[in-house]
């Protein structure tokens, strides 16, 4: 293993990182925003949608932007414009600051999420095995601190400004100098793609991919949008209890996800797939029948433990069915990463609303289980190089961003 892959490998997680933390800090302090800008409870849904809706956006553009440009570099200049947009979000005054910031930090978030797993992608198949896994794993663990932040902030009744500035004005000059390090594509890809070869994207492959990926969104909307309401206002605990299930389906999610890629070493990613499946559906099932919040609480640990290993996996299965075109295959089924976001939390509440919040957690159960319809697509393909799309070419990785 070269010392170009390890850089390239410890820079693109400190990235992940920083994306988990940025993101955490937005996604919690959303009623400070709202006090802070007068946001009407009408036009806040609004504001929120919006942000997936462009980081969509960002993601189709990444598809056409990495034909003439590396992914590297797109992620070297998305990540400060995420940071910055962060901060604008902080330091504006009004409704129209709040609309631009937002949409740069959707925009830039699309092309961010995108770009970070073409590169996780193809630093996997450099590795010649998984470790995809370990690149969400540190997604997570930055959610964890992003969150912990925003609690302090909350707790100290700091402005939103004050909050945010020491984070990027330490996560920004860190990600700039890492992103000498990052590593774009292996041997097989860049001499495809300089060619003029690069394989066509059949979309009829992908879509089961697009659809695990909608599903396994949509139940995680379900966790960080409806856990808390779920436990106070169905299971009947305290607002403090309340604000524990996502705490643990975060922390569950960065054990699961810390362990998976041993997991998929060992038995096959469609195994891992099939066991996640079965594990979040099983969560699923003891949030909608738990008699307390306790149970309940048991439920969204379980779910943790499923959810986790999906959405890695899916961008790892689309590297290995287009391994001469992952880079646009992952920006395409990045796409439906913010379908399921959009779709889930206001699926849960109409469901909620008409039915019963019990009844709506069936929902994304039965979602999540299909994925065992379609856990085939996992598997490694053989491919016209030879073996697995897991081969290493490690003497065709060199090139990071620095030229190396």
């Not at 992952?330 to 796409?335: C, G, Q, S």
């Not at 609303?353 to 994304?364: E, F, H, I, K, N």
Request: hydrophobic content about 55%.
């Amino acid at each position: 293993m070269t010392d170009v892959l390890r850089r390239g490998r410890a820079s693109l997680a400190f990235s992940f990182f920083a994306q988990g933390v940025a993101f955490a800090l937005l996604v919690t302090r959303i009623p400070a925003i709202q006090d802070r800008y007068g946001v009407s409870d009408a036009l806040l849904p609004a504001f929120l949608a919006a942000v997936p809706i462009l980081a969509g956006v960002g993601s189709v553009s990444t598809e056409q932007l990495v034909k003439r440009i590396p992914p590297s570099r797109l992620l070297r200049f998305a990540q400060p414009v995420v940071l910055l947009a962060l901060l604008g979000v902080g330091a504006g005054d009004s409704t129209v600051e709040l609309g631009v910031s937002l949409a740069a930090f959707g925009l830039a978030v699309g092309m961010l999420d995108a770009s970070m797993n073409m590169l996780g992608v193809s630093l996997q198949r450099a590795y010649g095995r998984s470790i995809m896994l370990s690149f969400h794993a540190v997604f997570s663990l930055g959610g964890i601190v992003g969150a912990s932040l925003a609690w302090v902030g909350a707790h100290w009744h700091l402005a939103l400004f004050v909050s945010y500035l020491p984070v990027v004005a330490v996560l920004l000059p860190l990600c700039l100098v890492g992103s000498r390090w990052y590593v774009d594509g292996d041997g097989a890809a860049v001499e495809e793609k300089a060619a003029g070869g690069a394989e066509p994207i059949v979309f009829k492959l992908l879509l089961p991919l697009c659809l695990v990926m909608t599903f396994a969104y949509i139940g995680d909307s379900t966790v960080s949008n409806w856990s808390a309401k779920y436990l106070q206002d169905v299971l009947g605990s305290s607002e403090q209890l309340a604000t524990v299930p996502y705490n643990v389906y975060m922390v569950t999610t960065l054990i699961g996800r810390a362990v998976g890629d041993f997991g998929v070493r060992q038995f096959g990613a469609v195994a891992v797939v099939r066991l996640g499946a079965v594990v979040a559906a099983g969560g699923f099932a003891v949030v909608a029948v738990a008699p307390g919040p306790w149970v309940g609480m048991l439920g969204f640990t379980l779910l943790g433990m499923g959810l986790c290993v999906l959405v890695p996996q899916t961008f790892a299965a689309a590297g290995r069915l287009f391994p001469g075109a992952s880079d646009a295959a992952v920006a395409r089924l990045n796409v439906f990463n913010y379908v399921g976001f959009l779709v889930g939390s206001p699926l849960v509440g109409a469901l909620g609303d008409a039915w019963s919040y019990r009844g709506a957690m069936l929902v994304p159960m039965v979602l999540v289980l299909v994925t065992l319809v379609y856990a085939k697509s996992f598997a490694a393909q053989p491919d016209r190089y030879g073996g697995g799309h897991e081969r290493p070419r490690t003497a065709d990785v060199g090139r990071g961003s620095n030229g190396l």
